[in-house]
C-alpha cells in the first residue's frame, strides 16, 4: 500500500538523521503531517534592504555595509563589537557612531577573526538604539564574496516554533521539501466542497502552502492573529475532526450498558426531608435530569456546571444516594484535600439520618488506617467513598461502583478521569459519570470542548444570599484597608486575607502568607489570626480551618489554597492582594467565599497600581458583574479562551490550531460539517479523526 504523504516519517528528508529525528520528536514531530501542521509563530518580511541611513529602531531588516573596525570588547560580558558604515564609504571618511553597531556575545576567535576591516557584510536582524548608535544584537550575517545578490526573501520568511538543535535556517529546509513534495503529491482533501465553499475557506494544499510561505503581500496581521481564510481553514478542519470524534465517542457511549440505578426512593426521600433548607427550583431541575439518566441502564455522562455556592453539592449527594439505594457505590473524588474533607462532614452530617457514614480516603491515610478503609470500599461497607487522587490508586478496589461524581473537574488530567472510570468497569457495566465545575464555561465554548457530555446548570443561587460587593483599591491605601479589617473582625465577623505571588511556588506564596499573617497580627491587637497554605500538613490546615469555621478565629491568611469550595457564612470580608496577578474565573471563585451568610459582604480588590489598560478592564469586570457565567463571557472577549480556562482547564479537547474564542464562528459550522460526514461520507471520518487526534486518543470529558 502506498501511504500517503502525511503518514511518511520525517526520516525520508534530506538532513533528517537520527539525532535530529529525535529533536523533532520531541516537539511531537514524526511524520511529514506532523510538519505541514507545525505552524509558524510569526513572520518575518526579508524582502527589502535598507540604506544604514534609513535605520530606525524596532525596523527588523537586511542592511548592507562595510566593516570599519571591529574588536572584542572585555567586561562583564565579552562582546564582539563590529562597526558598520556605508559600502561606498572611503575609509576615514565617517565619524565612529554614525554606523551601525553589530553586537556578538557568542562567537568563536575564528568568527570574531573574519570581521575584518574593509570586509562587506549583509545583516539581517532588528535594530535597535544602544548608548552611542543604532545597533543589531546578533544580526544575521552574509559576507558579500564577489557579486552575491542580497539574500532578499521572494516571500514572507516564517519563524517556526523550536528546539535546541534546530536553526530556522533547518526548518526552512524541511518545509521546503515538504513543500515540494506536497506539490506532486497533495495531502487529502476530506473537507467536500458545500462544506468549505460557504465559508469561503481554500482547499487544504493551498492553505498550508500559503501559510509556510506567504505571498509578500499577505496582511501579517490577519496572519499573526489567526484571521487569515488559510488558517481558518485548519482551525475550521480541526474542530470538524474534534467534533466528528467527540460524536463517534457519544454514540459509543449511547451503546454501553450501565446499571440502572432505580431504588425505592425511601432513602432520597428521607434525605430531602431531613434538609435545613428549601432546595431551589434549578437544583430541583437538574436533580431531576441526573436522577432521570441514573435510572437508565446506559451510563450517563454528565456535566454539572454551577457558579460558586449555587449548591452542587447537594445534588451530588441526592445523586449518590440514589446509588446507594440501588446497592451499589458512589465515589466522589476532589482535587484537595481540604476540599475532599469538606465534602466528606458535609455527607456525614447530611446522611447521619440515613444511616450512611461516607468514608474519606485521602493521601494522609496511611499504614493501619488506610489498610482499614480500602477493606471497607472493597467490602461495600463503605457506600459512598469520598477522596482525593488517592482514589486512583492501584490497590483501591470497589465491591460495585455505580457512580463516579469528580467535583472541580479541570483540576484533574483527563488520564485520572479515566482511570477512575476503569475502576468502575464490572461485568461489562460502566459506572455513571456526573463531573461538576464551578467554572463557569459560556454555552457555546462548553458545546466544543464537552460536546460529548449532557449539561445541566443551576443557574441561580440560593435565596437570602446578598450580592457581594467588590472595591479595587490601590495598595497605598493597606491602612486603611487593615482598618477595616480590624473593624469587621471586633464586631463579631470574619475576614478573609488572600496573599498572592506570581511564582507558582508553594514555598514562595506560603513564606509570603507566613510574613502577612505576621505583620498582621502585630497590627491587630485583639483579632485572632489564623493561617492556611499549602505546605500546612492536612491536618494543621484542618485543625486551622475547623477553628475559622467554629468562629474562633476572625482572621484567615490565606494562599490560593482556599480557592475551591470552603463554606464559611459567618465570614463576610475578604481582601485580595494584587488582584491583577489572578485570572477572573479564579478571582470569582475566591470571593464566592464570602457572602453565603445573611449580611452583606465585601471583597477588596487591593491591587499594586500602575495597572495596565487590560487589568484595569478586569478588575473593572469582577467589580461590577456578579454573576460568574456573565463574568466567563467578558473574559472570553478580552484574554481569549486559553487562559480563561488556564492550560490544564481546557477540557477533554487538547488542540493544535483551534482557538475556541477566536474561532467562534467556526464552532456551529463544524457541528454541522461533522454530521455531514457521518452521514454523507462515511469514508473520510477515520482518515480526518486520524490526521487531527492521531493516536490521542479521544477521552472527551471522562
Ligand atoms: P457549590 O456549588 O459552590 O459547591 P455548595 O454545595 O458548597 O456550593 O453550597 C454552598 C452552601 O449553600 C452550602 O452551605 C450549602 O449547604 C448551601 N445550600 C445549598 N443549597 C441550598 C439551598 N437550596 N438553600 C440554602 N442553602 C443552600
Ligand atoms: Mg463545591
Redesign the pocket.
Known sequence: MIRPLEQLSLAILKGVGPRQLKRLERLGLRTLGDLLFHLPLRYQDRSRLTPLADLYPGLETWVEGQILESGIAAGRKRTLKVWLGPVDLQPGQMAFGQGLLLRFFHFSAQQAAAFKPGERLYCYGEVRLGPQSLEMIHPECRFQRGQNPPPLGAHLTPVYPSTEGFSQRQWWALIEQALALLKTQPLAELLPPEVLEPLGLPGLSAALALIHRPPLNTPLAELAEGRHPAIQRLAFEELVAHQTSLRRLRHTARQQSAPALRGDGSLVARLRASLP????AA?ERVIAEIAADLGQSRPMRRLLQ?????????VAALAAVQTVESGLQAALMAPTELLAEQHQR?LAKWLAPLGIAPVLLAGRHKGRERELRLQAIASGEAQIVVGTHALIQEDVVFRGLGLIII?EQHRFGVHQRLKLREKGRTQGLHPHQLI?T?TPIPRSLAMTLYADLDLSV?DSL???RTPVITRAIPDTRRDEVIERVRVACLSGRQAYWVCTLIEESEVLSAQAAEETARALQARLQGVRVGLVHGRLKAQERDSVMGEFAAGRLDLLVATTVIEV?V?V?NASLMIIENPERLGLAQLHQLR?RVG?GAVESYCLLLYHPPLSEIARERLAIIRNLNDGFAIAERDLAIRGAGELLGTRQTGSVQLRIAQPLRDHSLIAPAQRAADLLLERYPGRVQPLIERWLGGREHYGGV
Do not use: C, E, H, Y
Open positions: 433548607f428549601q432546595l431551589t437544583q454551577g457558579d460558586v455556592g449555587s449548591g452542587k453539592t447537594i458535609n467535583d461538576m464551578a443551576i440560593p435565596p437570602g469550595g463554606d457564612p464566592g453565603r
